[in-house]
């Protein structure tokens, strides 16, 4: 009896070391990117620091890619272009924040941008002009006012602070 109560402390001892790795599994790679799927969505979280050009993908193992996370490209201070697919509905705080080499974020057309995080191009210094897709409703730290029916940006807090 002894030896059955043993055997199975340790069985379970075992078992409960295991659990830690497969909770806090590490992301999931596509090339050079990577992602977590949440509730059937792909979330980009990093890419390799040495990337230059990044195309990113629509789907991803079949889901679409709905999100560039928090500082996914942060300080990649090689990466010179990329293109964000029209399935990406959120671009999140810090996203291309010290990406002192990029020229050129591009949007594909008919795309489902929403909203933009606060610093996202922060420290872009060789981003000389972005399109915004007309669909974005939201870009954290964007002071704007109304005047005679025109729009103009007041502020941009550090959205796109110190780009050229």
Request: proline content about 3%; charged content about 20%.
């Amino acid at each position: 009896m002894k030896k059955r109560i043993i055997s199975f402390l340790v069985i379970f001892i075992m078992m409960v070391g295991f659990l830690p790795t497969l909770y806090f599994a590490s992301a999931a790679t596509y090339g050079d990117l990577s992602y977590e799927i949440v509730d059937g969505e792909v979330i980009i979280t990093d890419c390799k620091e040495s990337v230059t050009t990044v195309d990113i993908p629509s789907k991803i193992e079949g889901y679409p890619v709905t999100a560039i996370g928090n500082r996914a490209f942060y300080y990649r201070w090689k990466l010179e272009n990329i293109t964000i697919p029209a399935s990406v509905q959120t671009i999140g705080n810090e996203v291309f924040e010290y990406c002192h080499k990029l020229v050129s974020a591009t949007f594909e057309s008919d795309n489902t941008l929403t909203s933009i995080g606060a610093e996202a191009f922060n420290c872009c210094y060789a981003l000389t002009s972005i399109a915004i897709p007309k669909t974005v409703s939201m870009i954290e730290g964007l002071v704007t006012e109304t005047v005679n029916n025109e729009t103009k940006v007041v502020t941009y807090g550090r959205t796109f602070g110190n780009c050229s």
